[in-house]
């Protein structure tokens, strides 16, 4: 099974800081196999990215994803309030595993 | 627009079984696989059962051998039938599309959209 792990835990940043999110893998995984979910308090992850550096429909330009092999990063270039929550990785190119999430806060 | 709602959590007590449901609308519903993933509160995402388009299952070894995910296309409803419950089971369960470029297998997909989620509560 491949574990992902995600730093930093928490980032605290203001907004329009950039945020930048590590998922890191225990194996190499498919750069088309990676995706990014968007969690906010009391309800349920959004699609993000996906294949690394596709945005899902209607996810603004200030996301972004990119890596390769063991290292993929999600990008955000000026932090909107709406922003704050917690995002999550997934692999799905061996199974279908999730990172420990990175909580983005004020 | 596309919409999962899930139905049938509650409290059960621990070795006790209880079905979840999920009624799909929006899409057509036979063309995707559909999983189920779920969540303790205030912790991560675990994947938890797999069905794809012809009915091939997958689950995680967490859970295999207790759960069993179905599916009914004339009604476009998904299910996830668990047994033998414990404490560790207790979590929100989601009922998640999912999707590929290309149809090679669940285990393929990533997750999009989420449905509102459905609490079990395992204890006595």
């Known amino acids: 099974e491949i574990v992902l792990t995600q730093s930093p835990g928490t980032l605290s940043l203001s907004p329009g800081e950039r945020g930048t999110l590590s998922c890191r893998a225990s194996?190499?995984?498919?750069?088309?196999?990676l995706a990014w979910y968007q969690q906010k308090p009391g309800q349920a992850p959004r699609l993000l990215m996906y294949?690394?550096?596709r945005r899902a429909t209607g996810i603004p330009d200030r996301f972004s994803g990119s890596g390769s092999g063991t290292d993929f990063t999600l990008t955000i270039s000026r932090l909107e309030p709406e922003d704050f929550a917690v995002y999550y990785c997934q692999q799905f190119g061996s199974s279908l595993t999730f990172g420990g999430g990175t909580k983005v806060e004020i | 627009e596309v919409q999962l709602v899930e139905s049938g959590g509650g409290l059960v007590q621990p070795g006790g079984s209880l079905r979840l449901s999920c009624a799909a609308s929006?899409?057509?519903?036979?063309?995707?696989?559909m999983h189920w993933v779920r969540q303790v509160t205030g912790k991560g995402l675990e994947w938890v059962s797999a069905i794809g388009t012809l009915g091939d299952t997958y689950y995680p070894d967490s859970v295999k051998g207790r759960f069993t995910i179905s599916r009914e296309n004339a009604t476009n409803s998904l299910f996830l039938q668990m047994n033998s419950l414990t404490a560790g089971d207790t979590a929100v369960y989601y009922c998640?599309?999912?999707?590929?470029?290309?149809?090679?297998?669940?285990?393929?997909?990533?997750?999009?959209?989420w449905g509102q989620g459905t609490l079990v509560t395992v204890s006595s």
């Open positions: 998640v599309r999912g999707n590929f470029d290309v149809p090679v297998s669940p285990l393929s997909n990533w997750f999009d959209p």
């Open positions: 294949g690394t550096s």
């Open positions: 929006g899409f057509t519903f036979g063309d995707y696989d």
């Open positions: 194996q190499s995984v498919n750069s088309n196999s």
